[in-house]
């Protein structure tokens, strides 16, 4: 996939990238969102916009059609990894040469996208937007999760290096690009349980794509409050743990 990070005014086609947005309950956060985006994609026009929403109760998609974008409402509450595969099989049935997840939440800034696609131009299948980049690449003050969050991180860390032999920093990041096959995997099968990140950068150095990380700002949410947490946060760590190693017990 080539570079092409600005409007060149004629030159050779870009890769049309589609930025998939999961949404739930994000009323607060979400035109905040769009309109960062929107800044963003007048320096970037090989970009497309959909938000996936996944059953919300609140005003989401009605904020999301009053910005004037594209929106794919969830008849129910299916969790985000039937969100991003129904965004997945989107990119693949309209022809676009990749994805970028970017959560609604607001802790990732839309300008970071040029990090994204840098990662695919250099050939890449699954690049990871990694809030904790040991080389401090990205000024502004780094994400501080809490104490319980920081621990469940490391041993997702230490879950992934097991399953697969590689190290990352940030494998529950949701800022994410995705090349053409691996749009086309993950919208045959992307893990639909809670902590489906960890699952499928697992599932992407098992089929053998190339995966990478690029250092991103990590950002408070603008609003709302995340879906793990608490007593709920413990059973999908551990339910995650226990389909990793079913999954393994498979492969071996």
Not at 3 to 21: F, H, T
Not at 94 to 119: F, N, S
Not at 143 to 154: K, N
Not at 198 to 220: D, K
Request: proline share 6%; charged share 25%; with cysteine.
């Amino acid at each position: 996939m080539e570079a092409c990070l600005i409007d060149e005014g004629g030159a050779a086609p870009c890769p049309r990238i589609l930025v998939i947005v999961p949404a739930y309950n994000e009323e607060a956060s979400i035109a905040t969102l769009l309109q960062r985006f929107e800044t963003v994609r007048r320096g970037l026009p090989n970009l497309d916009l959909l938000v996936v929403d996944d059953g919300s109760i609140d005003g989401t998609v009605s904020e999301v059609r009053r910005m004037g974008v594209a929106v794919a409402p969830m008849p129910i509450h299916l969790g985000i990894g039937a969100a991003l595969r129904t965004g997945f099989r989107h990119a693949v049935d309209a022809g676009y040469d990749g994805a970028i997840q970017l959560d609604a939440d607001g802790q990732h800034d839309p300008c970071e996208i040029r990090r994204i696609l840098v990662g695919l131009a250099d050939g890449a299948d699954l690049v990871i937007g990694t809030r904790f980049d040991p080389a401090d690449e990205v000024p502004g003050d780094r994400y501080l999760p809490s104490a319980q969050r920081a621990l469940a991180m490391r041993w997702m860390r230490l879950g992934v290096r097991l399953h697969t032999g590689a190290r990352h920093t940030d494998p529950s990041s949701g800022f994410r690009g995705f090349s053409r096959p691996m749009c086309e995997s993950f919208a045959r099968e992307y893990p639909l349980d809670y902590l489906e990140s960890v699952e499928a950068l697992i599932s992407a150095h098992l089929l053998g794509f190339r995966v990478v990380e690029v250092p991103i700002t990590g950002r408070a949410r603008v609003a709302g409050v995340p879906s793990h947490r608490g007593h709920r946060l413990g059973f999908h760590y551990l339910r995650m743990w226990m389909a990793l190693m079913l999954q393994r017990r498979r492969r071996a």
